[in-house]
């Protein structure tokens, strides 16, 4: 690919930074077109979404915060992040769910002919969100499927699987940081595709965990619905988590000012 049609993708879309992290200026439709012109150029392009979470590890992370700032695409992936770029007068467009783009991208996915490859969650939920994906999109085409259970000596395998079967797009189901670092390692290894960590999309797409309803992700307290599931493992997370963001945009607003 020339250097012109590289700085055609990725000149694209406009960033902001918030406390460290880069986050695209970028809708929904946006990010879709965009995506797409890396497949179309068979770039390879790692897309990702950020929510308080991830920004509050990523700056506690320096190797995490390194690869997200470098991913072709930087989402809005929380309702707390859009809130805070207005407070901080970087206004995002709109948040860009995950497990909504995602679904976006198959269904481009089957119209257009792409190949997915679905990798991680439990064995039984990744076959689950598989027969789902192919009973709702008739056209979609699978052409592989790998649970997340596997051992870093276990990363040249998954390689060696992808460029076999050369995927336009593969949809990662692991938790991180452990999901940034293997795609890392896998655009290393020379995989050209689309990589995109999509959290626990398979689980919702699988029924395995009910999402929210509309109304409540409307209210953006979709993440209060999640810990609701399952509060030991994600109290923690979202609450003190959340507590954590907002005291470090605080920060961030008062420093700006002088």
Known sequence: MTDIVQEKILGSNRRVTILNTYIDVLTMNETIDLVEKYVRCSEPLHLIGVNADKINVSNENEKMRKIVNSCGIINADGASVVLASRFLNKPLPERVAGIDLMQNLVSLSNKKGYTIYLLGAKKNVVNKTAKVLKDRFRNLKIVGVHDGYFNRDEWLEISNKLKAVKPDFVFVGITSPKKEYLVEYLQVQGN???????????????????????????????????????????????????????????????????
């Open 192 to 258: 050209n595709c689309v990589f995109m960590g999509v959290g626990g999309s398979f689980d919702v797409i699988s029924g395995n965990i009910t999402r929210a309803p509309k109304w409540i992700q409307k209210l953006n307290m979709e993440w209060l619905f999640r810990v609701s599931q399952e509060p030991k493992r994600l109290f923690k997370r979202y609450f003190l988590g959340n507590v954590k963001f907002i005291k470090n945009i605080i920060h961030e607003k008062q420093r700006t000012r002088f």
